[in-house]
Protein backbone atom coordinates (compact mmCIF):
# COMPACT_ATOMS: atom_id res chain seq x y z
CA UNK A 1 0.00 0.00 0.00
CA UNK A 2 1.72 3.19 -1.01
CA UNK A 3 0.73 5.89 1.73
CA UNK A 4 0.93 9.91 1.40
CA UNK A 5 3.09 12.18 3.80
CA UNK A 6 -0.21 12.89 5.22
CA UNK A 7 -1.67 9.65 5.13
CA UNK A 8 1.23 8.14 7.05
CA UNK A 9 1.18 10.91 9.55
CA UNK A 10 -2.17 10.06 10.16
CA UNK A 11 -1.36 6.50 10.29
CA UNK A 12 0.72 6.61 12.90
CA UNK A 13 -1.15 9.10 15.23
CA UNK A 14 -3.94 6.77 14.77
CA UNK A 15 -2.02 4.05 15.86
CA UNK A 16 -0.79 5.56 18.87
CA UNK A 17 -4.60 5.81 19.81
CA UNK A 18 -5.58 9.23 19.01
CA UNK A 19 -8.83 10.52 18.41
CA UNK A 20 -9.93 11.95 15.09
CA UNK A 21 -10.22 15.31 16.56
CA UNK A 22 -6.92 14.97 18.36
CA UNK A 23 -5.26 14.28 15.04
CA UNK A 24 -7.17 17.25 13.79
CA UNK A 25 -5.78 19.51 16.29
CA UNK A 26 -1.97 17.85 16.15
CA UNK A 27 -1.60 18.54 12.35
CA UNK A 28 -3.72 21.62 11.90
CA UNK A 29 -6.39 20.36 10.34
CA UNK A 30 -10.27 20.21 9.88
CA UNK A 31 -12.18 16.95 11.49
CA UNK A 32 -13.57 16.21 8.36
CA UNK A 33 -10.22 16.49 6.35
CA UNK A 34 -8.55 13.95 9.02
CA UNK A 35 -12.02 11.56 8.66
CA UNK A 36 -11.34 11.58 5.01
CA UNK A 37 -7.98 10.67 5.15
CA UNK A 38 -9.03 7.91 7.27
CA UNK A 39 -11.44 6.70 4.81
CA UNK A 40 -8.79 6.43 2.23
CA UNK A 41 -6.66 4.41 4.33
CA UNK A 42 -9.43 2.18 4.79
CA UNK A 43 -9.91 1.99 1.19
CA UNK A 44 -6.21 1.54 0.60
CA UNK A 45 -6.01 -1.68 3.25
CA UNK A 46 -9.07 -2.85 2.28
CA UNK A 47 -10.23 -3.04 5.41
CA UNK A 48 -13.52 -2.26 7.91
CA UNK A 49 -11.87 -0.80 11.34
CA UNK A 50 -9.16 0.68 13.12
CA UNK A 51 -8.29 -2.68 14.61
CA UNK A 52 -7.99 -4.14 11.10
CA UNK A 53 -6.33 -0.77 9.39
CA UNK A 54 -3.18 -0.88 12.72
CA UNK A 55 -2.98 -4.93 11.78
CA UNK A 56 -2.74 -4.45 7.78
CA UNK A 57 -0.01 -1.54 8.17
CA UNK A 58 2.20 -3.42 10.73
CA UNK A 59 1.60 -6.93 8.51
CA UNK A 60 2.64 -4.16 5.41
CA UNK A 61 5.96 -2.88 7.45
CA UNK A 62 4.54 0.78 7.67
CA UNK A 63 3.96 0.88 11.21
CA UNK A 64 5.24 -1.07 13.98
Known amino acids: MTLTVRQQQ ?17 LGL ?9 RNLFRKAG ?4 AGLVKEA ?5 IE
Request: glycine share 2%; net charge neutral.
Open 10 to 26: ILTLIATELTTAQIAES
Open 30 to 38: SVPTVETHR
Open 47 to 50: VRSV
Open 58 to 62: MRQGL
